[in-house]
């Protein structure tokens, strides 16, 4: 009985640690933003710009994003840092028979990365200068090469490094010190 209560315990602990960490106003307050600008219809003249708190950011990652589009990825924190400097830490989980060929060693991973965030013409991608997955060191670069060796079937084969069209409605986006501007 006392080990159930304390497993309960524990469990409502860490729940109240994590909501204490994301805040679900301020991650609505980005999510209203971005949905707004994406349904916005006819281009500005003038380029306009939002800023938005590191917290902010971690918010809406971590209660719509991941949920919505990468419910693979359990937990994201960035730090965000100046000049386009990021790091941070993902928490993955892989399950389910779209995994079931992954071994098991990889089924349950912690990132840690930093890099730099480039942004030019709508796009953007994350340049990864150091990795570690759960506690080891690997080179950014031989990741990506056994990352495309796992490709050998597909006809379109993607990369680490790889660019991404900006969400829509967004025009560029510059990192600061705990904080992000996008541009629309």
Known sequence: MKLKVCIIGLISFSVLLISAEFSVDKAKKMDDFLRRIREKTKDAIYLKKMTFSERELNSYLNIFY????????????????????????????????????????????????????????????????????????????????????????????????DWFSLLPGLKNVVIGYKKITVYY
Do not use: W
């Open 66 to 161: 991941l949920k919505r589009y990468s419910p693979e990825v359990k937990y994201l924190k960035l730090d965000l840092r100046k000049n386009n400097y990021v790091s941070g830490i993902m928490k993955v989980y892989l399950a389910g028979k779209k995994y079931e060929k992954v071994p098991s060693f990889l089924k349950d991973i912690e990132i840690e990365f930093s890099g730099k965030l480039e942004c030019k013409n709508y796009r953007v991608r994350y340049v990864f200068e150091k990795m570690e997955i759960n506690g080891t060191h690997f080179s950014p670069e031989i990741l990506d090469e056994a990352f495309n060796a796992a490709q050998a079937g597909f006809n379109v084969r993607k990369s680490i490094f």
